[in-house]
């Protein structure tokens, strides 16, 4: 494995563990994800993502909001629960449910900060042009 591969992947799997503690310290709280120092601190990390080039699903570290959420699906063990309660026709418990309802909102930030920043040169061409 080459150098940028294990940096790559060293750096997503921090960026990981940040995201995950961030949840738990906004689950602990109460606090929504969606507002601020939560939401900056997860834009920090988006940022950070992009700028190492790790939003790309085909990379060595895939940290693109589907790659994000099944990491972290997989993490908070998500995926089992949900496919227990489907077989079981029941319910998510709470606590697995609260991990849903967080990772959805992870998921949707990081969707849209991708979209935005996709579009960034387009709009700001435009402008510069009038």
């Known amino acids: 494995m080459s150098q940028s591969v294990s940096t790559?992947?060293?750096?997503a799997a921090q960026i990981i563990d940040e995201i995950d503690r961030i949840v738990k310290q906004v689950v602990e709280s109460g606090e929504p994800l969606e507002v601020d120092p939560a939401r900056a601190r997860l834009f920090e990390l988006f940022v950070?993502?992009?700028?190492?080039?790790l939003l790309?699903?085909?990379?060595?570290?895939?940290?693109?909001?589907?790659?994000?959420?099944?990491?972290?699906?997989?993490?908070?063990?998500?995926?089992?629960?949900?496919?227990?309660?489907?077989a079981r026709q029941s319910?998510?418990?709470p606590d697995q449910l609260t991990r849903m309802r967080s990772l959805w909102s992870v998921m949707r930030m990081w969707m849209e900060w991708t979209y935005a920043w996709?579009?960034?040169?387009?709009?700001?061409?435009?402008?510069?042009?009038?």
């Open 91 to 93: 319910r998510l418990p």
């Open 48 to 53: 950070t993502a992009h700028g190492a080039g």
């Open 56 to 86: 790309d699903e085909e990379g060595p570290a895939d940290l693109s909001a589907d790659g994000l959420c099944s990491t972290l699906s997989d993490r908070w063990g998500l995926r089992e629960a949900a496919l227990e309660s489907t």
């Open 8 to 11: 790559d992947t060293d750096l």
């Open 118 to 130: 996709s579009r960034w040169d387009e709009f700001h061409r435009d402008a510069a042009a009038s």
